[in-house]
């Protein structure tokens, strides 16, 4: 194993160590609120959280993970490293790009639908609860990721 390879999987593991807590935040804290706030204070946190500062945050961290996990996986194959030592970095990849296409196609939509809804309690519940089985799907996939990418160190002995 070459020191850039090494080199990404530690990177890869630290921001999918972030993405997975920055999506426990979401899930654990942040959707519950709205039960307590109700789902029109809640849009107006969201619209100006999640789909503000958010926007930059969330995608900035999402890309960057995978960009280096991917960059993991092509060292991976560049230097013919051994099943034991890729099927975690290869899973890991094929995990992002099913988190990404959950993201781009269900969750970013749901959650921008929320502009576009009656301002009444009903219809933003129901936008924010189709969010939150949508978010719950993503949750898993980050801890999952996070997990295998933990996996794709130890197999190298760190």
Not at 110 to 119: G, I
Request: charged share 10%; net charge neutral; hydrophobic share 55%.
């Amino acid at each position: 194993m070459s020191d850039l390879l090494l080199v990404l999987i530690v990177v890869a593991t630290a921001l999918n160590g972030i993405a997975a807590g920055a999506s426990l935040d979401q899930s654990i804290k942040q959707l519950p609120a709205r039960h307590r706030i109700g789902a029109v204070a809640y849009a107006t946190y969201s619209q100006a959280g999640d789909l503000g500062n958010g926007l930059f945050w969330y995608a900035g961290l999402g890309t960057c993970a995978v960009l280096v996990s991917l960059a993991a996986t092509v060292v991976a194959v560049v230097e013919r490293a051994s099943a034991q030592h890729a099927l975690p970095i290869f899973l890991v990849s094929g995990l992002w790009a099913l988190h990404m296409l959950i993201t781009l196609t269900l969750a970013a939509p749901t959650l921008r639908s929320q502009r576009h809804a009656e301002a009444s309690e009903v219809a933003l519940a129901a936008v924010f609860n189709r969010f939150e089985r949508i978010q719950t799907l993503r949750v898993l996939l980050d801890v999952l990721i996070f997990g295998i990418t933990l996996w794709a160190l130890l197999s190298y002995g760190c």
